[in-house]
């Protein structure tokens, strides 16, 4: 079983930054691609930024394109998100997830196995 928690959210003002992390335990990390999705409320979970096993490959969506980055610590177990320049239409709950996707990468919820339990992301203008 592969467990994910997350932390580093908070309330910051627009323009500002935040890290947000997500410590993995269970099976081996570095077997996973890992995800962040978010979801604002009354919406649905939307993916942000994903990346490979090895940290080879990222991939973003357009609104976190040039804003946000999505790494891995293969060897402390945990993937990041940094963010800058933060915007109130980034206000959400973000979650970490995991999926046995080989060197592949998904944007869809479908094909990740694994997911935390979320922090919540308040941006005020």
């Known amino acids: 079983q592969v467990q994910l928690v997350e932390s580093g959210g908070g309330l910051v003002q627009a323009g500002g930054s935040l890290r947000l992390s997500c410590a993995v335990s269970g099976r081996t990390f570095s077997g996973y691609t890992m995800a962040w999705f978010r979801q604002a409320p009354g919406k649905d979970r939307i993916f942000v930024a994903t990346?490979?096993?090895?940290?080879?490959?990222?991939y973003y969506a357009d609104s976190a394109k040039g804003r946000f980055t999505i790494s891995r610590d293969n060897l402390e177990n945990t993937v990041y998100l940094q963010m800058i320049s933060l915007r109130p239409e980034d206000t959400a709950v973000y979650f970490c997830?995991?999926?046995?996707?080989?060197?592949?990468?998904?944007?869809?919820?479908?094909?990740?196995?694994?997911w935390g339990q979320g922090t919540q992301v308040t941006v005020s203008s």
């Open positions: 997830a995991a999926g046995p996707l080989g060197t592949g990468i998904s944007s869809s919820t479908k094909l990740y196995n694994y």
């Open positions: 990346i490979t096993g090895s940290g080879g490959r990222t």
